[in-house]
C-alpha cells in the first residue's frame, strides 16, 4: 500500500540555495496534505498543511505546492538553513466530518543543508 | 509550549513478555493515535481513540495490541505478548480535531524485542 511516496530518499543543497522536496499521492479522496520535520531522536513536527481545494500555502521559508491533477505537492524551503537538515515525510488524510482521519505517510526524504 | 510525552524511551523486552507504552498527550486535545515505524520503513498508523474509544484502527493493531485512557492525562498502548516483528520506534500523537488535524508528536519509545 503504497499511497503516499516520497521518491527521492536524501537531498542534499548549499545553505542559501533553495530545497525542493516532493511527494506524489494515488488516493483522490485526500483531503489535506502535511509536511512533518524529524530530528534524530525526536518525534516528527509539524511544518506545514495544504487543503486539496488549494494549489500554494507559504508560511515564512516554507511554501507547499499542490497539483491535484498530477496528484503530486512538493516543499520548497527558501533559503536553506543547515538547522533544516533532517527528515522531511509528507503526509495525508482524508476528512470524514467528525472523525479522527489518520495519516499516511510517505518514506521520507533526508535533507541535508551544507554550509 | 505544550507537547507530548512519552516514556519510557527505550524499552527492552523478551520475546512473549507484556509491555506497556505510555503518553502524556497535549491537555486540551480530544483525538489520540498510536504510530509505529520499523527501522528504516515508513510511520504507520495502529489506532485512534476518541470519547474513551478506538475510532479505528489498521490491520497491524490486532488482538494483541490495546490502549486505554486509564485518566484524564494518560494514554497507554500494551502488547500482551511481544513478538520479535513489534521492534520498533513507537509514536503516541493528539489532535485537537477537525478538518485540518494537525496531530503533534511525542519522541517515541524504541521497542526492542529479544
Redesign the interface.
Given at each position: 500500500d503504497q499511497q503516499v511516496k516520497q521518491n527521492s530518499p536524501s537531498l542534499s543543497v548549499q545553505e542559501g540555495r533553495i530545497s525542493i522536496l516532493n511527494c506524489d499521492y494515488t488516493n483522490s479522496m485526500f483531503?489535506?496534505f502535511?509536511w512533518?520535520k524529524k530530528y534524530p531522536?525526536?518525534?516528527?513536527?509539524?511544518l506545514i498543511?495544504i487543503?486539496s481545494i488549494k494549489d500554494k500555502n507559504e508560511d515564512g521559508r516554507f511554501t507547499v505546492f499542490l497539483n491535484k491533477s498530477a496528484k503530486h505537492l512538493s516543499l520548497h524551503i527558501v533559503p536553506s538553513q543547515p538547522g533544516d537538515s533532517a527528515v522531511y515525510?509528507c503526509?495525508a488524510?482524508e476528512?470524514y466530518g467528525?472523525?479522527?482521519?489518520?495519516?499516511?505517510?510517505?518514506?521520507?526524504t533526508l535533507l541535508a543543508v551544507q554550509p | 509550549e505544550p507537547e507530548v510525552t512519552q516514556t519510557p524511551s527505550h524499552q527492552v523486552t523478551q520475546m512473549g513478555q507484556e509491555v506497556i507504552l505510555r503518553c502524556v498527550p497535549i491537555s486540551n486535545h480530544l483525538y489520540f493515535y498510536w504510530y509505529r515505524q520499523i527501522l528504516g520503513q515508513k510511520v504507520e498508523f495502529l489506532v485512534s481513540f476518541y470519547n474513551n474509544e478506538i475510532s479505528e484502527k489498521s490491520e497491524i493493531f490486532d488482538d494483541q495490541f490495546s490502549v486505554e485512557r486509564p485518566d484524564g492525562s494518560n494514554f497507554t498502548l500494551k502488547i500482551r505478548s511481544t513478538k520479535l516483528e513489534d521492534s520498533a520506534m513507537y509514536f503516541c500523537a493528539s489532535s485537537e480535531g477537525g478538518p485540518v488535524n494537525i496531530q503533534y508528536f511525542g519522541a517515541g519509545t524504541r521497542l526492542s524485542v529479544l
Amino acid at each position: 500500500d503504497q499511497q503516499v511516496k516520497q521518491n527521492s530518499p536524501s537531498l542534499s543543497v548549499q545553505e542559501g540555495r533553495i530545497s525542493i522536496l516532493n511527494c506524489d499521492y494515488t488516493n483522490s479522496m485526500f483531503d489535506y496534505f502535511l509536511w512533518y520535520k524529524k530530528y534524530p531522536a525526536e518525534g516528527p513536527t509539524f511544518l506545514i498543511s495544504i487543503s486539496s481545494i488549494k494549489d500554494k500555502n507559504e508560511d515564512g521559508r516554507f511554501t507547499v505546492f499542490l497539483n491535484k491533477s498530477a496528484k503530486h505537492l512538493s516543499l520548497h524551503i527558501v533559503p536553506s538553513q543547515p538547522g533544516d537538515s533532517a527528515v522531511y515525510f509528507c503526509a495525508a488524510s482524508e476528512y470524514y466530518g467528525g472523525a479522527t482521519n489518520k495519516l499516511i505517510f510517505g518514506t521520507g526524504t533526508l535533507l541535508a543543508v551544507q554550509p | 509550549e505544550p507537547e507530548v510525552t512519552q516514556t519510557p524511551s527505550h524499552q527492552v523486552t523478551q520475546m512473549g513478555q507484556e509491555v506497556i507504552l505510555r503518553c502524556v498527550p497535549i491537555s486540551n486535545h480530544l483525538y489520540f493515535y498510536w504510530y509505529r515505524q520499523i527501522l528504516g520503513q515508513k510511520v504507520e498508523f495502529l489506532v485512534s481513540f476518541y470519547n474513551n474509544e478506538i475510532s479505528e484502527k489498521s490491520e497491524i493493531f490486532d488482538d494483541q495490541f490495546s490502549v486505554e485512557r486509564p485518566d484524564g492525562s494518560n494514554f497507554t498502548l500494551k502488547i500482551r505478548s511481544t513478538k520479535l516483528e513489534d521492534s520498533a520506534m513507537y509514536f503516541c500523537a493528539s489532535s485537537e480535531g477537525g478538518p485540518v488535524n494537525i496531530q503533534y508528536f511525542g519522541a517515541g519509545t524504541r521497542l526492542s524485542v529479544l
